[in-house]
């Protein structure tokens, strides 16, 4: 007699290549477009810095004053958000071993940190003294820290719209792709960041 066979129903769940989602794989394809966004920013930056012999850097403004960029205040604002990835991280950590509520304490905590970091960038931009029309260097330097807040904010919502299905109960410690691509782009930006302020603060 012959037999059938029956398929297994479709849950919906997105299929896995060597324990990837493809939602996942998404979030990694787009975070390799950002990579080369914000490196075509950096390479317009150091063309300014190198093509010309500066004698001073940053260079003098139109004033003949020297830029003064606050050093000190953003190292402060680059601890906050380097944390805030650990902070995440020890969320994600959390929830894999069943504790929801860690995870919960982990985003909120990364979203407050997250926030604090946009908000000490906007007051610094209120006491730079300088604006993006001053000179090539200071519109270099609103343009990639102005992009990388732009992603921090981006960064804000996918977290928070994360925290929202996590209240839900919509993920679980083996279903939760949205929450994995979400902290590949915030640890991302931090990495970003880290990399802008050598740069551009420190060197």
Request: with cysteine; glycine share 8%.
């Given at each position: ?15 896995k ?75 994600e ?21 997250g ?12 006491h ?69 302020f050598i ?5």
């Amino acid at each position: 007699m012959a037999t059938t066979s029956v398929s297994p129903p479709y849950t919906g769940a997105p299929e896995k290549k060597h324990g990837i989602t493809q939602g996942l794989m998404a979030m990694l394809f787009f975070v390799g477009s950002e990579v080369m966004l914000f490196a075509s920013f950096f390479t317009a930056y150091f063309f300014i810095r190198y093509a010309v012999d500066h004698p001073v850097w940053p260079p003098l403004n139109q004033n003949g004053e020297p830029f003064e960029l606050p050093v000190a205040i953003t190292a402060v604002n680059t601890a906050i958000l380097v944390a805030s990835s650990f902070v995440l991280w020890w969320g994600e950590k959390r929830f894999a071993e069943g504790d929801r509520q860690g995870l919960i304490r982990g985003l909120w905590l990364t979203i407050l940190m997250g926030g604090t970091f946009l908000i000490i960038q906007l007051n610094e931009y209120a006491h730079l003294g300088f604006t993006p029309q001053d000179t090539a260097f200071s519109g270099a330097f609103y343009s990639l820290t102005g992009l990388h807040g732009l992603h921090v904010l981006v960064g804000l919502i996918v977290l928070s719209l994360c925290l929202r299905r996590v209240y839900a109960a919509d993920f679980t410690p083996t279903n939760h792709t949205p929450l994995a691509a979400g902290s590949v782009y915030w640890h991302f930006v931090d990495v970003v960041w880290v990399l802008l302020f050598i740069l551009v603060y420190l060197i």
